[in-house]
């Protein structure tokens, strides 16, 4: 069982930065990937970035590559996702996501665990 927690959220000006971090609670924390996964109201949760658990392999939705980092510390089970040149439309709701399975990272439905999420806001 892996229980998450984001944090980090919060209100910001387009063009500037936050950076989320998901606290993961469960021994075998550091063997699952860990997605990162958004939602704004009255749209389906999109997929936003995903690492695996060494590490060494991530993801990134083309609407956020090259602006967004994710990174994860076992010692800590936390994950992070740095978000830099943020937009009015990164608004939405940040989820974080465990899967004990190693294929469809990109895919909501290939994760079991998922944290309560935190609220990022854009302002134009």
């Known amino acids: 069982q892996v229980q998450l927690v984001e944090s980090g959220g919060g209100l910001v000006q387009a063009g500037g930065s936050l950076r989320l971090s998901c606290a993961a609670s469960?021994?075998?924390?550091?063997?699952?990937?860990i997605g990162w996964f958004r939602q704004a109201p009255g749209t389906e949760r999109e997929f936003v970035a995903a690492?695996?658990?060494?590490?060494?392999?991530?993801y990134y939705a083309d609407a956020v590559k090259g602006r967004f980092t994710i990174s994860r510390d076992n010692a800590k089970n936390t994950v992070y996702l740095q978000m830099n040149s943020l937009k009015p439309e990164d608004t939405a709701a940040y989820y974080c996501?465990?899967?004990?399975?190693?294929?469809?990272?990109?895919?909501?439905?290939?994760?079991?665990?998922w944290g309560q999420g935190t609220q990022v806001t854009v302002s134009s």
């Open positions: 690492i695996r658990w060494s590490g060494g392999s991530t």
């Open positions: 469960g021994r075998t924390f550091s063997m699952y990937p």
């Open positions: 996501a465990a899967t004990r399975s190693g294929r469809g990272l990109t895919q909501a439905r290939s994760y079991d665990y």
